[in-house]
């Protein structure tokens, strides 16, 4: 007489796919997660820490964060400035530059962030932070994020 296993080969295939499935969704957790802390941090400078105005609203309402999943957006963040005469432009040019830059990336997963006015580069070329700041600080915690999921698979 020998072992007789307790499980069968379903058995561990769910239990393969329920594993990936929380893979899946810790990436996509700790990517919403890093992108929420970037659009915090970009849209809450201002002028006096190195920042810049915000006259229109147009700027600071296009700076935004998707987490992309094969191709799809699975989590977004579009949000109007408090300051601003035309906040509306600003978060329409976001999602354009979002729908159109997530074709990059029809496989895997990623975390797209940025200021869609066609504009910030010109005000960042003028010693001004629109998002270069937290940019750095956005891809610092998405290592750190990367590598405590590595070390707990």
Not at 105 to 131: H, N, Q, T
Request: cysteine-free; hydrophobic content about 40%; aromatic content about 8%.
């Amino acid at each position: 007489m020998g072992l007789r296993p307790l499980f069968t080969r379903a058995d561990v295939s769910r239990a393969i796919e329920a594993r990936k499935l929380a893979f899946k969704q810790a990436v996509l957790n700790r990517l919403e997660m890093v992108g929420w802390e970037f659009v915090r941090s970009a849209r809450l400078k201002n002028a006096s820490q190195g920042g810049f105005n915000d006259v229109t609203g147009n700027l600071r309402s296009s700076i935004f964060f998707a987490v992309v999943d094969h191709g799809r957006i699975a989590k977004e963040n579009y949000e109007a400035s408090s300051k601003g005469t035309d906040k509306q432009t600003g978060i329409n040019e976001a999602k354009d530059l979002a729908k159109t830059l997530k074709s990059d990336y029809m496989e895997g997963y990623a975390l797209i962030v940025g200021a869609g006015m066609g504009y910030a580069a010109a005000v960042e070329s003028r010693g001004k932070d629109v998002i270069t700041g937290s940019s750095l600080e956005a891809e610092e915690m998405l290592r750190a994020a990367i590598e405590r999921l590595k070390s707990r698979v």
